[in-house]
């Protein structure tokens, strides 16, 4: 069983859908939870930033991060087709380096 | 605030030569990791430097090296290419264990 479990997908909606992303992990020692964005060819983008459980909310984009059922989820509301990319979700325990989901591509049509 | 830069942009080799990579970390950083991303993946952890010492080390071979530099910028080095190392290669700039911000990456094509 791998660290960190994420659905490549491809994921397609309708622009101003509500777009649900998810990761489930099996270390119980994960502390701190990221999303990042990635287009085509560049760079990770930082998103969004949790320690421990709880909601983050920032505009469009709410992460929720459930550590009893160790699952974390990125909602976006009214997405925009600029929001076509991929969406890593990663994690890791204090001190340690960032494990990584595989990335679930979505592509928001106009 | 200048952001992450790394260099080159993409470049090809052949397999059994040696590649130098470059990262420039954010400003106010002092610590730097590195990633290597290949298709169709998420970034897998190569190791990381903090105040020119490395400071931990994933799951790769010690023909992958590094070093990293007063101002904090940093370098990484892969001898005896293989195919397989073709990837992005993505640096990673924080403050200690902080949030990280990624460059842009170099894309490694080895043939």
């Known amino acids: 069983q791998k660290e960190v479990e994420q659905d490549p997908g491809p994921l397609s909606v309708p622009e101003g859908a509500i777009v649900s992303l998810n990761c489930t992990y099996s270390n119980s020692a994960f502390q701190y939870f990221m999303w990042y964005r990635q287009y085509s060819r560049k760079g990770p983008e930082l998103l969004m930033y949790?320690?421990?459980?709880g909601n983050k909310e920032d505009g469009r984009f709410t992460a929720q991060v459930d550590k009893s059922s160790k699952y974390i989820s990125l909602f976006i509301r009214d997405s925009q087709p600029s929001d076509s990319a991929t969406y890593l979700c990663a994690m890791r325990q204090a001190g340690t380096a960032l494990i990584f989901g595989k990335g679930t591509t979505l592509s928001v049509s106009s | 605030e200048t952001g992450v830069t790394q260099s080159p942009t993409h470049l090809i080799k052949t397999r059994g030569q040696q590649v130098t990579l470059r990262c420039s970390s954010q400003?106010?950083?002092?610590?730097v990791s590195w990633y290597q991303q290949a298709l169709g993946q998420g970034p897998q952890f190569i190791f990381q430097?903090?105040?020119?010492?490395?400071?931990g080390r994933g799951n790769f071979p010690p023909r992958f090296s590094g070093l990293q530099f007063p101002n904090y910028s940093s370098e990484l080095n892969v001898n005896a290419l293989e195919l397989d190392d073709s990837a992005l290669y993505l640096c990673?700039?924080?403050?200690?264990?902080?949030?990280?911000?990624f460059g842009p990456g170099t894309r490694l094509t080895v043939l």
């Open positions: 949790t320690y421990s459980s």
């Open positions: 430097y903090y105040r020119e010492e490395e400071n």
């Open positions: 400003s106010g950083h002092n610590t």
């Open positions: 990673a700039s924080s403050m200690a264990s902080g949030e990280q911000f």
